[in-house]
């Protein structure tokens, strides 16, 4: 069986070169203005234009998201984002793919652009063979499963798939948040906040903290469910994040041909943990290994709101659930010190990105280990004056030496 691609998210073009320097195989972005993560996006045709040229140049693959669902007032944004893609193939610059949920949207880009793979986005809602068969059918090259598809479904559609001589592709998340609507389709943050979220615009209103008694349904009055919460109320409709990092050996038995990192407006240094992570968990389970408690640190490493395995086995309880309104699962032992932006011999300057003091310990994440660094003695990287604190700020950076080589782009934390 052969291993999945590991797919990271890219928000934005430096997300984009840490997760190929830590393993990932392939990206995916959005385009600017038809992406269900269009809130914040800062991606534009001529960034979109320098992130194919890195992926060329490194033998990797891109996928671009035009994955909302549109309302009629949008369909003239679609015009604008094919016209790019006009231009990139001009320059010979062409995406590995693009990521479509709508099926106007789907029909314009056939017509508009058929040099490109079109593959299916999990908003579509995929859950079994008949549905990859029907998308294939339309000269669809991949499938991105629903989340709500389990191991032992994934299994039974790749045979089916087989059985009837259908060539498509499967891809599945294997990491990143859940929503507690199906496959995303939510409208509860555009009654809640005017911001739809299948426009790209979600203000995750789910992951709020609510003040509840009690649920009463209606067909059983008097009868009372308890909600529990704590001081600050309660995420009832909070899911934990999903990982499988323990679990690749299952992933790669699967026959999915895509293992997917769910956050693409989470930090560079999210994007670094999960891309190494998944490159060398996956490695190491194409070996018959499991990962090692390195590995396992550092998936807890990132803030999270507490991990499970989604649906991968079976339709997941309590156990998939966040019930408090607290930070207990965020991370204590340590948090996001910086980035390497520049090496000097045994010096290394770094971007701020918490406030550090001398003395501090830090772990200089690498793509296949962690050197340790500690902060004797360092300066302010402008005019370089020692300093015993440094606080993040617009670029800041300090200067201190490090006891083996690392290069730029690399991610730093600090110990608690």
């Known amino acids: 069986m052969k291993k999945p691609e590991v797919l990271a998210p890219a928000g934005d073009l430096e997300k984009l070169r840490v997760a190929y320097m830590y393993g990932a195989d392939a990206c995916y972005m959005g385009m600017k203005s038809v992406s269900m ?54 320059k010979n610059l062409i995406p590995d793919g693009l990521l479509i949920s709508d099926p106007g949207i789907m029909m314009h880009v056939r017509q508009e652009c058929p040099w490109i793979d079109i593959h299916v986005s999990t908003q579509a809602n995929t859950l079994n063979s008949s549905a990859c068969e029907f998308w294939a059918k339309l000269g669809v090259t991949r499938v991105v499963l629903g989340r709500e598809v389990s191991l032992r479904e994934v299994k039974q559609i790749r045979e089916k798939l087989k059985e009837k001589g259908i060539d498509i592709e499967l891809e599945a998340f294997v990491h990143g948040a859940m929503c507690m609507a199906y496959s995303g389709r939510c409208l509860l943050s555009n009654f809640m906040s005017s911001r739809d979220a299948n426009e790209g615009m979600c203000a995750h209103s789910c992951r709020w903290n609510y003040k509840m008694f009690y649920l009463e349904e209606s067909k059983r009055p008097n009868e009372y469910i308890p909600v529990y919460e704590d001081d600050e109320g309660t995420s009832i409709m909070s899911a934990k994040d999903m990982c499988m990092v323990e679990h690749m050996d299952d992933v790669i038995d699967s026959g999915i041909d895509s293992a ?132 993040p700020g617009q670029e800041f950076t300090i200067r201190f030496s490090v006891s083996e080589e690392v290069k730029a782009g690399y991610v730093v934390r600090k110990h608690i």
């Open 37 to 90: 993560r269009v809130k914040g996006s800062t991606m534009d045709i001529d960034d979109i234009e320098e992130a194919l040229r890195i992926t060329r140049a490194l033998g990797k693959k891109l996928y671009l998201t035009m994955n909302i669902y549109a309302h009629e007032n949008k369909m003239n944004f679609l015009e604008k984002e094919i016209a790019r893609l006009k231009e990139l193939k001009k």
């Open 260 to 391: 997917k990192i769910e956050g693409r407006h989470k930090t560079v240094f999210y994007t670094a943990i999960t891309s190494r992570i998944y490159r060398q968990a996956m490695d190491l389970a194409a070996d018959g290994k499991k990962p090692t408690p390195e590995l396992l640190d550092l998936a807890e490493t990132i803030n999270t709101r507490g991990y499970f395995t989604g649906f991968w086995y079976e339709k997941p309880g309590a156990e998939g659930q966040k019930y408090t309104g607290d930070l207990g699962d965020y991370n204590s032992k340590y948090c996001f010190a910086g980035v390497i932006r520049k090496v000097d011999g045994n010096m290394a300057d770094m971007e701020v990105r918490n406030t550090l003091r001398k003395g501090d310990r830090l772990d200089i994440i690498t793509p296949t280990t962690n050197i340790p660094a500690e902060l004797d003695e360092f300066r302010n990287a402008s005019d370089d004056r020692v300093i015993d604190v440094a606080h």
